[in-house]
């Protein structure tokens, strides 16, 4: 939001874009992260743990998102032509 926000300022500044309409985007509510923390697996017992609490067909996705780190949208974007179980 910074990166836009300064966009906007020089876009005004170099009379690119109005003033008010500056001030009528910014006015738009932006969206506010919700309180908590971001939850991570803590060692290998809890991982352990989770796989076992999985249904057969999940275990798979779950154990590649551990190994690698991949989001959910990632990992349903995976296709058989990206996996090499070779390397």
């Known amino acids: ?10 876009a005004v500044e170099w009379k690119l874009l109005r ?4 001030e009528e985007l910014t006015a738009i509510r932006k969206y ?4 908590g923390r971001l939850r991570y697996l803590s060692g290998e017992a809890e991982a352990e743990r989770l796989l076992q609490a999985c249904e057969d067909w999940l275990r ?6 551990i190994h ?11 296709t058989w032509d990206c996996v090499d179980m070779t390397h």
Not at 1 to 10: S, Y
Not at 19 to 22: G, I
């Open 32 to 35: 506010q992260e919700p309180d």
């Open 68 to 78: 690698t780190g991949m989001r959910k949208g990632e990992l349903l974007g995976l």
């Open 60 to 65: 798979p996705i779950v154990l590649t998102a």
């Open 1 to 10: 939001m910074a990166t836009l926000n300064h966009a906007l300022t020089k």
């Open 19 to 22: 003033k008010a309409l500056r």
